[in-house]
């Protein structure tokens, strides 16, 4: 496989016409490298669609033989791995439910010793970079040749606006750990909501990710999975069009040290941004409360130790005392006109 790679398809094969339809019109517009398409869907609850099986393996197969390009699925077992064999799928991707699991990821490891397939490794759903770098290493015992990871965000219990929070860091210090596996990005399970994938996209591309690996569905509203997160074929066509791509592997070297550090200065600050929203979010559950207890908002000692409390721990990393409270006086600020807003709306109301 010669990186960077775009591969697309639906969430997941929902019939022999869908796939097939999905596959002429993405082979229409853009350049894919692969045609993905989930057969075994690990779904968080039960009940839902938890794809068609064994029997959309041929339906996806000739699909991809139709537009001369290479199909990707998902496997969680050894059983899944011989029959994605026997239908001659082409790439196989270790999916993040099954990547937590070491058990699991061995199982498929043994299962695949012998065969010259790719696979795709995508993250665990925890932030845990060992166990992303562990389920790698299983893989590469069964002396696999074609590995490649798979950015698809963590989980987290917090509210956010990502559906799997990116967290740039951890893929940048796999890229640290592992630089012979190529890194490519799915903006589709990061955002969970398309009107972000763009965003996402760019970012990945920013950052020397090898690729993307993005949900498209003939008519995403009325997808069996996923449907929130996939786009049209046009859509990916213009989002392609669009992205700033960098040229990934011959630049990689020419790439300054200079701009491999903005590019991580970048990450940084979109995390900064998240982890803000995040204690905005809290800010407005502490407005209400202290509406409800008929409480001030301005609380001068639990301010003074907060300030105390950060600046102590600022120079711990050797950031002044002068950068820390300016920063942190602004958030106050900002916290205090948002609880202002919320306290305010409510004694409307009443
Ligand atoms: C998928 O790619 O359809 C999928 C289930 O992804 P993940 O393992 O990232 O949730
Ligand atoms: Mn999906």
């Known amino acids: 496989m010669k990186y960077p790679i775009t591969i697309c398809g639906p969430c997941s094969v929902e019939s022999e016409e869908q796939v097939y ?3 002429q019109k993405l082979a229409k517009h853009i350049k894919i490298d692969a045609l993905r398409g989930g057969i075994w869907k690990p779904r968080t609850r039960p009940n839902s669609f938890e794809g068609r099986g064994k029997v959309a393996l041929k339906w996806l197969k000739q699909a991809g033989i139709a537009i001369k390009k290479p199909v990707a699925t998902e496997v969680a077992n050894s059983k899944h791995v011989e029959e994605a064999l026997k239908h001659d799928i082409d790439i196989l991707w270790i999916g993040a439910r099954t990547s937590v699991n070491p058990f699991a990821v061995q199982e498929i490891a043994d299962a695949l010793k012998g065969t010259n397939v790719t696979v ?3 993250n665990p759903i925890n932030p845990d970079l060992s166990l992303w770098l562990g389920a790698i290493e299983r893989v590469q015992g069964a002396n696999i040749d074609n590995i490649c990871a798979i950015h698809r965000g963590f ?3 917090e509210k956010s606006i990502y559906r799997n929070k990116p967290k740039w860091d951890i893929p940048i210090d796999l ?3 592992m630089p012979e596996i190529p890194i490519i990005c799915d903006p589709s399970h990061i955002c ?3 009107s972000l994938i763009r965003k996402i996209s760019q970012s990945a591309y920013d950052l020397n990710f090898d690729g993307l690996m993005i949900e498209v569905h003939p008519d995403p509203d009325k997808a069996m999975s996923d449907a929130q997160q996939q786009i049209t074929p046009a859509e990916v066509q213009e989002l392609m069009n669009n992205l700033v791509i960098r040229k990934l592997k011959p630049s990689l070297e020419a790439k300054s040290l200079l701009d491999e ?10 995390e900064l941004i998240e982890i803000l929203y995040q204690r905005m979010n809290v800010v407005e559950e502490i407005a209400a409360y202290k509406k409800e207890n008929k409480v001030t908002i301005y609380q001068p000692g639990r301010w003074d130790s907060i300030v105390n409390s950060r600046v102590e721990s600022g120079k711990t990393k050797g950031l002044s005392e002068k950068f820390i409270k300016s920063v942190f006086s602004a958030i106050h600020n900002e916290s205090i006109e948002h609880q202002g807003q919320i306290m305010n709306k409510e004694n409307i109301k009443k």
């Open 21 to 23: 339809d999905v596959a």
């Open 120 to 122: 795709m490794i995508k």
């Open 175 to 177: 890229k640290r750990n």
């Open 192 to 194: 969970g909501n398309r």
């Open 155 to 157: 989980s987290t219990y």
């Open 261 to 270: 550090f903005r590019d991580q200065i970048d990450a940084f600050d979109n």
